[in-house]
């Protein structure tokens, strides 16, 4: 049905006063064809009240305003109404969250996935002032030559230089070949890139760079074993072999004293063991013993946290604490103890979080070495830590109070191998600051520093240098980098520049955008709010509810658009009421002069030809209604057996077209009727039978029509 009243059954229905005031007026002007101005008012609703504090939008009130723009404390989802911070947001990210407090704060490294790992081992060599001046200082042509040495030189003049928060590390971790996605083990990555930039540094003719991984991580140790009839060495024990890093055992040990002394343990060789003294010429007792024969200036221990579980044949992670010194006496395991004190300084701790082998997640503690900071790398994030490896209120990593009376810890066998050697376990001088002990059920790996002090830089340096004299050595405590090598610089003030525009875009952007929506919520709150007309005598304007609402809420609202309004004689439907607004001619000029579009649809726009129509539709579904109650009748007096004989038989066809007219809205009475009245009586029998079936097929339908 076509009937403007009940336009849609979706609708909320209109009270049946209304409904029969608009009947009314409608069959009034059926019957007089006239329109009089108050037929408009009331059938476009324009006498509606003018609202103030409806809780939505009135849609049945051209005059209804409210709830187009949020109460003062709500917001919308988009549009010019959300809250200021999702509108920053929807700029895209902010890239000044991404600058870089000062150059002083060391910089982040993106994690491409599962690089963790290798971004704290990048971090804990470029902290390293010593390597990172030496990697600086690698000549262009070797550069040129050397990709992987080319990427790890740019990323720390990056690191160095950047004006950003974090550098991106994918150039340099794609150079090595690495699955991005595949979590490694930091160890397995230390050795793999050390030993790969020592090849490649080995075409630099420069001498700090050439050498650099040899001079700052290689020690030495020899496997010596000792005949015990003869005294002697085997052959074997004077071969040197060298080591990038020491390999720990922590399963069962509690501190890092006690897993040096395991790894330097005197072991007896005898009964099935014995082993074959070429002096003697027989099968001997003997003993079997790690030396350290020479340290590297970075001491690089790896905790063996992992251990394989022949069972499962998996790998299991202790997680058990180790405690370690922030400074680490080493004289006394050297094989022939130096001459000069061999103090090592705390500077990284690489820290996996988690249990499993291949997952979990590392960061690295490191220390600044020109400030004695430390800092916190995880990935992007850069944090200080104050003078505490931990942090200065740390949980869960706790460092032990200084002791007053130094701890004495009796080592079973010395490196110097006697037996009675003590050990003291803090520093002799008794500063009470170097003494402290650290503890973690996380560390994985830790890095220490010789300490170099100019008195006796140069023995130390020649204790080092037993398997290296020709090196020349350069003073570590003053490798600051005050700039960078031009090549570097230019890419890195390149890179700075782009970022440095990125956020000058940005601000404009945000700056701009703030503006538009601060300008467009003005101008929505000031013609909103003289929108309202407040006579019948006033002109208006019709505006398509619809636009109305895109107005309110967009950006950028599109061209004004009254067509979803419009009849198809261009004029305002009737029809439409609650899709569109009645708006003051003030309000209307500032729209359409602002938007353009249209059309405009004023005061006497209203569509006399739809009115008509509709009067018309509601005349004839009148009298359909009448018909249909006549048939309805008939049937219900002949099923209750008031037939009378001759009166009230029709032809089968006839009453087939009835029932098609019960299902489809076709007046029965303009059907053709073939016979109405039955000459034959036999006929009655089927003829009630169809009666039936006609009022079961009246009660389905009536029975839907309620459901409606
Ligand atoms: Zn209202
Ligand atoms: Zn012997
Ligand atoms: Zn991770
Ligand atoms: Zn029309």
Redesign the pocket.
């Known amino acids: 049905m076509n009937r403007p009243t009940t336009r849609s059954k979706n609708k909320k229905p209109k009270p049946s006063d209304d409904v029969d005031k608009i009947s009314d007026t409608l069959r009034k002007i059926h019957a007089s064809g006239e329109i009089t101005q108050d037929d408009i008012n009331q059938l476009y609703n324009i006498g509606k009240p003018v609202c103030q504090g409806c809780r939505v939008n009135a849609k049945d009130n051209p005059n209804c305003f409210c709830g187009l723009i949020p109460s003062p404390n709500g917001s919308r989802k988009s549009g010019i109404w959300q809250k200021m911070s999702d509108i920053i947001q929807s700029l895209g990210p902010d890239p000044f969250k991404e600058l870089r407090a000062s150059l002083d704060s060391p910089a982040g490294l993106t994690?491409l996935g599962?690089?963790?790992?290798a971004?704290s081992i990048l971090q804990c060599l470029y902290m390293n002032t010593t390597f990172r001046k030496g990697v600086l200082s690698i000549e262009v042509d070797v550069l040129r030559k050397q990709p992987v040495l080319d990427q790890l030189a740019r990323l720390f003049a990056q690191l160095h230089a950047s004006k950003r928060a974090f550098v991106d590390s994918a150039p340099f971790i794609k150079t090595l070949e690495l699955d991005n996605g595949v979590?490694q083990d930091s160890h397995e990555f230390l050795t793999l890139l050390l030993s790969l930039l020592e090849r490649c540094l080995s075409n630099s003719r420069s001498v700090v760079p050439r050498t650099i991984v040899q001079d700052l991580f290689r020690g030495s140790v020899s496997h010596v074993t000792t005949c015990s009839r003869c005294g002697k060495d085997s052959e074997a024990s004077s071969k040197i072999e060298d080591f990038y890093e020491l390999e720990l055992n922590v399963l069962g040990l509690k501190s890092l004293d006690e897993s040096l002394d395991d790894y330097l343990r005197v072991e007896e060789l005898n009964g099935e063991n014995q082993y074959f003294c070429e002096s003697c010429e027989a099968r001997v007792d003997a003993s079997r013993s790690i030396k350290l024969r020479t340290l590297p200036r970075v001491l690089n221990i790896q905790l063996k946290r992992y251990v394989f579980l022949p069972k499962t044949t998996t790998k299991k992670k202790i997680t058990s604490a180790f405690s370690f010194p922030r400074e680490l006496d080493m004289r006394k395991r050297l094989c022939d103890p130096a001459q000069v004190d061999l103090i090592y300084d705390l500077s990284a701790i690489l820290i996996h979080?988690g249990t499993a082998v291949n997952s979990?997640?590392?960061?690295a503690h490191i220390r600044d070495e020109k400030r004695g900071q430390w800092w916190e790398f995880?990935?992007e994030h850069v944090s200080n830590l104050g003078d505490h490896p931990f942090g200065e209120d740390s949980s869960g990593h706790k460092s032990k109070p200084p002791q007053k009376e130094p701890l004495v810890h009796s080592s079973p066998v010395s490196a110097a191998g006697d037996a009675t050697d003590v050990l003291p376990q803090f520093a002799e001088n008794g500063d009470s600051e170097h003494s402290e002990i650290f503890s973690s059920a996380d560390a994985y790996m830790l890095m220490y520093n010789l300490r170099q002090t100019n008195v006796h830089l140069r023995k130390t340096s020649m204790v080092l240098d037993a398997n290296n004299t020709e090196t020349e050595r350069t003073d570590s405590t003053s490798n600051d980098i005050t700039s960078l090598p031009s090549y570097l610089r230019d890419e890195v003030d390149e890179l700075n520049a782009s970022y440095v525009e990125a956020c000058h875009q940005y601000k404009l952007r945000k700056e701009t955008t703030l503006r538009l929506i601060e300008e467009r919520r003005q101008e929505v709150r000031l013609i909103l709010s003289e929108a309202p007309v407040q006579s019948f005598e006033e002109p208006f304007y019709w505006i398509s509810a619809n636009w109305l609402r895109l107005w309110v809420d967009n950006i950028m609202p599109p061209v004004l658009d009254n067509t979803l309004i419009q009849c198809s004689h261009g004029k305002v439907h009737m029809a439409e009421v609650g899709s569109m607004k009645r708006l003051s001619a003030s309000a209307w000029v500032k729209l359409f002069s602002k938007y353009g579009g249209g059309p405009a649809l004023a005061k006497d726009d209203y569509c006399v030809d739809c009115l008509k129509e509709a009067a018309h539709k509601l005349v004839c579904a009148d009298s359909y209604r009448d018909r249909r109650k006549t048939v309805k009748e008939l049937a219900d007096s002949v099923l209750s057996g008031n037939c009378t004989d001759g009166t009230y038989y029709v032809s089968k066809a006839w009453y087939g077209c009835v029932i098609f007219c019960y299902v489809f809205p076709i007046d029965p009475l303009s059907l053709p009727v073939t016979s109405q009245k039955c000459l034959d009586k036999s006929y009655l029998g089927p003829v009630i039978e169809y009666l039936r079936i006609l009022e079961e097929i009246r009660k389905i339908i009536f029975i839907k029509c309620e459901d409606e």
């Open positions: 994690n599962a690089t963790c790992y971004n979590q979080k979990g997640h590392y960061i995880d990935d």
